[in-house]
DNA sequence: CCACGAACTTCCACTGAGCGGAAGAGGCTG
DNA sequence: CAGCCTCTTCCGCTCAGTGGAAGTTCGTGG
């Protein structure tokens, strides 16, 4: 007997990386099955690899059988360019912003087409306005996103603004309307948005340039009122923006 | 011909993991001789999964040939539970004390040995006391590590204490002393240092604790000067210690 | 201009690490 | 206690992985 019928071309990093893959902000703890399931794995596969990663520190499991991600991990990613550089750079700018004006901060990159929440700063007395870091949320509805498509190649801004998700009532999914907006934002150099990706949230952002002049992120503030002077703090943002691009290494990029 | 004689009983998913594992806080930038050297691996098979791993976004590879770690696990590392739930339940914490005090604050847990430092705040006036987000440094020539031993095992504590590393000319490395010192942190409530860990820094820190009782982790200052009236940051720390305490998720273990 | 070395990439035939169906163990529920 | 679920262990077949070696690219210095 023994069973066998091994698939083909499937490599045994790839199926390692399969199990990582299962998990998601919305999936941060998963049962074996779970793993199993999620990563296209039979069971008794699933099991000798979380089993393996494991013991080296890259999962935990906790007393109700359930795996996380481990410290091992947790290192791993923090030596990643996005948040070592970015964020050990732009905290302490954060921190001014959020200390002057007392709302939430934002640090964003574009990953593909989406922005990619890399660090911020909330009050605790504020209400949640959503975002972690490492969260993605469309370009086309986040003041940060729209200041990162300004500065994005065509295709990538094509691609963006074509079939724009409506997330809001207020979300702008008109392509050519979006088309306009983003080369305004290039012209003016900050973004707003009103409600368009969360209701209740207005919010204005500027671009982070490296004094050799590439856009490399994105520095927002969101508030929970249609305040009209939100504009007032694009300067804040500014000079804030300017010093983050001063002190990022040379030639810095987010990949 | 072809060549062969594979090194028995070692698995490929601990060969991936050997390529993680050759990046560390000092060596977030490898070339793949660096990687196939510091994993132990020939050349050719570390070259082999370097090109899996950079394929599904676990490593990026910049112009200069270098390899550091991807996108793909920064997502992923951001789901640890160290990561998730203390940070963003600290976050708000952090930058009440901050904006009281003004100093660097400090969140850490424990790793074995070591406070893993979870999380900080630093002016960018202030000096750079070190101390990154995970970084690991010895219990007990920081305030937060004090803190932490004083609630840890009893085998951890001996373990943690004998032959304690001398770090900076303060640091205590009398084991008897430490001994003493820790029982003290446990019936005074906070912990202070005196430049133990670095020249020109004293700290105070307290335990977070749920609920239930058990310590979790621990909040901490940092200032760049002896200043006498440390120990009345005491109460901000434990005011804050508290509402973290509180809001954490009933029964979370830093595991 | 070419020799030399170092870092990287590709190739390929052998073989043991990995595979997964199946059976067993434990736990919860109706 | 039968039924169902999740987890763990077992084991013989086989193909994915292996690593020495050859080829490629690049930089250096003679």
Redesign the interface.
């Known amino acids: 007997m023994a069973g066998n019928a091994r698939e083909p071309g499937v490599?045994?990093?790839?199926r390692?990386?399969a199990v990582?893959?299962a998990?998601?902000?919305a999936h941060?703890r998963l049962t074996l099955s779970e793993i199993a399931r999620r990563s296209g794995q039979p069971l008794a596969t699933a099991h000798r690899?979380v089993a393996?990663?494991e013991r080296?520190g890259?999962l935990?499991r906790?007393d109700d059988g359930a795996y996380?991600?481990?410290?091992r991990?947790?290192?791993?990613?923090?030596?990643?360019?996005?948040?070592?550089d970015l964020r050990?750079v732009a905290?302490?700018?954060l921190?001014?912003v959020?200390?002057t004006t007392r709302e939430t901060v934002h640090l964003a990159v574009r990953?593909g087409l989406h922005a990619?929440y890399v660090d911020r700063?909330?009050?605790?007395t504020t209400a949640q306005v959503l975002s972690?870091?490492?969260a993605r949320l469309p370009l086309h509805a986040t003041a940060v996103g729209k200041v990162l498509l300004a500065q994005a190649p065509g295709d990538v801004v094509r691609a963006a603004l074509t079939d724009p998700v409506r997330v809001t009532p207020h979300t702008i999914t008109e392509p050519g309307r979006l088309h306009r907006e983003v080369a305004e934002v290039r012209r003016r150099g900050f973004a707003r948005t009103a409600e368009e990706m969360t209701p209740g949230a207005w919010s204005v952002a500027v671009p982070i340039a490296l004094p050799g002049g590439g856009v490399v992120a994105s520095l927002g503030i969101v508030v929970a009122s249609p305040r009209r002077d939100l504009v007032r703090l694009v300067p804040v943002l500014q000079v804030a923006a300017n010093?983050i691009g001063r002190e990022l290494p040379p030639g810095w990029?987010p990949?």
């Not at 991990?73 to 070592?84: F, N, P, S």
């Not at 700063?121 to 605790?124: G, Q």
Request: aromatic share 8%; glycine share 12%.
């Open positions: 490599s045994v990093a790839s390692v990386l990582l893959g998990f998601d902000a941060d690899l393996e990663l080296w890259g935990t906790s996380g991600i481990g410290r991990l947790w290192d791993v990613g923090t030596l990643a360019r996005v948040e070592r050990d905290s302490p700018f921190q001014d959020h200390r990953d990619l700063l909330v009050d605790r972690r870091a490492g010093g990029t990949t």
